[in-house]
């Protein structure tokens, strides 16, 4: 499959500092790729030179076959960028916002007034088509954010944090849009801190650390050739007093048991042997594969 988007060994220096340590990998063509890494990861400064915001110090990175240096303008046509925040514009309404985004990309027209009268409406921004974005609540915001990047149909959209700080119905809206989006052939990349959405909802992920990849691959392999899995169990015995080896596998305890994080290699009767010689008797015991939020937490030792 060809690739949407190819980083070749990007390097970016602040200074002494090196933000992004030589990244080189490859985005397929209409997949939903998920880009994770804790704060200071090196996130924005890749997505920002992809979008041609920044400049590598060294490497290259291609849309669609195309360099985004050499030829800005047309990565720039087929890609979409969903910033964090508004800048809020005292002038002009939403309406004159996206067509002013489309007049920057030589986009007019019926057609074009059809589109953005479809993204106003599936973006539920309808009845705010004149309203100026300082009148707008965060929510809103993020939509007329969401609208602007996609006023051109860019075949790879990018979303930073689309859903921070944002109520669960208006996340529910952005994600089924996005599905939408997704289905109808966009490369879609997403960078969230909500782990569960990221496991949810794309195919391959990314994690970055120190401006290095940690971990690329496929969702499902990544969770399942991951080394632990967790083991709910609650005892007879109200304070269970844990053997060593129980107590350095234990994450944490609440009222539906004690939850272990335990070794693949390690079968469930190692697990029970363990019980057995803490003199602990078992009522219940559940085991499941790591979450994506553990996987990421193994690997970098942070919180998303
Ligand atoms: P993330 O998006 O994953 O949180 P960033 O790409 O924003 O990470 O930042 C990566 C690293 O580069 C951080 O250590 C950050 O402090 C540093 N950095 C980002 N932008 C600049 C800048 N303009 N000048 C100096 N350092 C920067």
């Not at 047309?74 to 309406?95: C, H, K, Y």
């Not at 994600?175 to 949810?200: P, V």
């Amino acid at each position: 499959m060809s690739a949407a988007v190819k980083f070749d060994q990007v390097v970016k220096h602040y200074g002494d500092f090196e933000a992004l340590k030589g990244i080189s990998f490859e985005v397929e063509e209409g997949s939903f790729f998920g880009l994770l890494g804790p704060n200071g990861a090196g996130k924005s400064t890749l997505i920002n030179a992809m979008s041609g915001l920044l400049t590598p110090t060294s490497g290259s990175i291609q849309v669609q076959g195309f360099d985004v240096i050499d030829d800005y303008r047309e990565t720039r046509r087929r890609l979409g960028l969903v910033p964090q925040e508004l800048i809020s514009d005292p002038f002009f309404s939403i309406r004159e916002l996206l067509e002013l985004q489309s007049g920057y990309y030589g986009i007019r027209g019926k057609e074009q007034k059809q589109w953005i009268d479809e993204l106003l409406e599936r973006l539920a921004l309808t009845d705010k088509t004149h309203a100026i974005t300082n009148q707008l609540s965060g929510g809103m915001k993020r939509r007329v954010l969401i609208a602007m990047a996609l006023v051109h149909k860019p075949r790879v959209l990018v979303l930073d944090e689309p859903t921070a700080g944002v109520d669960v119905d208006l996340r529910h809206t952005l994600w089924e849009f996005t599905k939408e989006l997704h289905q109808k052939g966009h490369t879609i990349i997403l960078t969230t801190h909500y782990l569960e959405e990221a496991e949810a909802l794309c195919e391959k992920v990314a994690i970055m650390q120190g401006g290095e990849v940690k971990a690329l691959d496929r969702t499902a392999d990544l969770l399942a050739t991951h080394p632990f899995r967790y083991i709910r169990v609650s005892f007879e015995e109200k304070n269970a007093v844990l053997s060593e080896a129980l107590a350095s596998r234990l994450v944490e305890t609440d009222a539906s048991g004690h939850l272990f994080k335990m070794e693949n290699e390690l079968s469930m009767s190692d697990m029970l042997g363990m019980i057995h010689q803490s003199g602990l008797h078992v009522k219940d015991v559940r085991s499941r594969d790591a979450t994506l939020e553990e996987v990421f937490m193994d690997l970098t030792g942070a919180q998303a």
